[in-house]
């Protein structure tokens, strides 16, 4: 699921769907690889590091506080002159 679908036009429905499916692959991820690394690093344990492409950058473009893409639309239909200028 990692990656966003590209169309001539995207909808705000669409980003909402790539955004999902970017959360749904960071849980993934951090489920799968970090936290088993963790887990093996502790227990020393002797492993191979499996690289993977790490969509936490685009996650937080889109939801951290306080500049994140969807933030920043709430704020902007929220205030009394808001514009889409």
Do not use: M, W
């Amino acid at each position: 699921i990692f990656g966003f679908e590209i169309f001539e036009t995207n909808s705000f429905e669409q980003l909402c769907i790539n955004f999902t499916n970017e959360k749904l692959q960071q849980h993934f991820n951090r489920h799968t690889f970090k936290e088993e690394e963790a887990l093996y690093v502790e227990e020393r344990i002797a492993f191979d590091k499996i690289a993977f492409v790490d969509n936490q950058p685009v996650l937080d473009l889109i939801e951290k506080k306080p500049d994140g893409l969807l933030l920043v639309l709430d704020d902007e239909v929220t205030a009394p002159r808001g514009s889409d200028a």
